[in-house]
């Protein structure tokens, strides 16, 4: 026979239960499932510095120099043409093990109403980490080529913009193994404008930094040591154990409610402050008068100030030498 105290301590655990698998799954869901973390699986890093002199007539603006240094202005009706030197270097954290090659330098046209490109000189065959070039701008050559261009297309562009390029492909093995197609274009560039009498200088692509870059997802974890699980596996099993658990805990405490009380669950619940568990060891030398109605035997203990013995279906209470027992019948 089921104790009404039991059936009460079941339904606490199931409620208990429940409220954690509640509680557990919405923090499941108000978690994200991973995260996400960006790797740098290699860095490339590309430097080059690219240096000129410029040559040009001789004039009291120059104190007749025919070779100046960069950072003096150059007036566009005296300049003839430039040295260049370009220095690059391509290195990685993870250290360069292979780079193979080439470089070719490009002469480059560009106006608002068309570009051309010349190639000059060899291409460089490139087998390290280094390269180095020696370059050489004439003036006079470029001129005539714009000149040329002009008369071919009809257009007399304001600005001619002319870059001398190392254009530089490369193959780029890391110490780690991986292989990388590189590029970098190291520039100088004079910008030509029939509306200025000076020359301007500008120099581009002299560094850069490749990144090989990869998204790692790693899964989230609720707890901790080794009772961890995954959000992902949090949501799906604390849900179900809610969903499970929520009409059980219904059911439960719709049939306790239903079901009709048992004699000893009405005496548990009315009487229970006078009754303790125990067990009678003897009545010898004892009169044992049996009651039958527990109301009386309460009665007696609450006039004796003493505890009602319950030993299983049955109900003892010592009164000196008298013990009034009451026994629950089995229906």
Do not use: C
Not at 178 to 185: C, G, R
Not at 202 to 225: A, F, N, Q
Not at 287 to 308: G, H, M, S, W
């Amino acid at each position: 026979m089921r104790d009404y105290l039991t059936d009460r301590v079941i339904i606490a655990t199931f409620a208990l239960l429940l409220a954690i698998s509640i509680v557990m799954a919405i923090t499941a869901y108000m978690l994200p499932p991973t995260r996400s973390e960006e790797v740098i699986m290699a860095e490339i890093d590309h430097k080059a510095s690219v240096t000129y002199t410029a040559e040009v007539n001789e004039s009291l603006i120059y104190n007749n120099e025919t070779k100046l240094p960069e950072g003096i202005p150059l007036y566009k009706r005296l300049l003839k043409s430039m040295d260049v030197w370009i220095d690059y270097e391509v290195s990685s954290p993870q250290g360069i093990a292979k780079v193979q090659g080439e470089a070719t330098p490009l002469l480059t046209l560009v106006s608002v109403t068309w570009t051309k490109t010349f190639p000059i000189g060899d291409k460089i065959e490139v087998n390290g980490t280094r390269i180095h070039y020696d370059g050489y701008l004439n003036l006079t050559e470029v001129n005539e080529l714009i000149s040329q261009l002009e008369k071919e297309t009809g257009t007399m562009p304001r600005e001619v913009n002319v870059s001398l390029i190392l254009n530089i492909r490369l193959t780029v093995t890391t110490g780690e193994g991986s292989v990388y197609i590189q590029q970098a274009s190291p520039t100088l560039t004079l910008m030509l404008d029939k509306d200025e009498p000076l020359v301007k200088v500008e120099k581009t692509g002299l560094s850069h930094t490749y990144l090989d870059k990869k998204v790692e997802t790693y899964p989230v974890y609720i707890g901790s040591g080794s009772l961890k699980i995954t959000v992902a596996s949090a949501r799906v099993v604390f849900l179900l154990t809610s969903i499970v658990l929520a009409p059980a805990l219904v059911i439960m405490y719709m049939r306790r409610e239903k079901r009709e009380e048992t004699e000893l669950e009405k005496i548990m619940k009315k009487y229970g402050d006078l009754v303790t568990e125990g067990r009678i060891l003897s009545l010898e030398g004892k009169t044992v008068v049996e009651v039958n109605q527990f109301k009386k035997l309460a009665e007696l203990a609450d006039a004796i100030q003493e505890p009602i013995i319950k030993q299983g279906n049955e109900f003892y209470l010592i009164d000196n030498e008298v013990v009034y027992k009451y026994i629950i019948k089995e229906k």
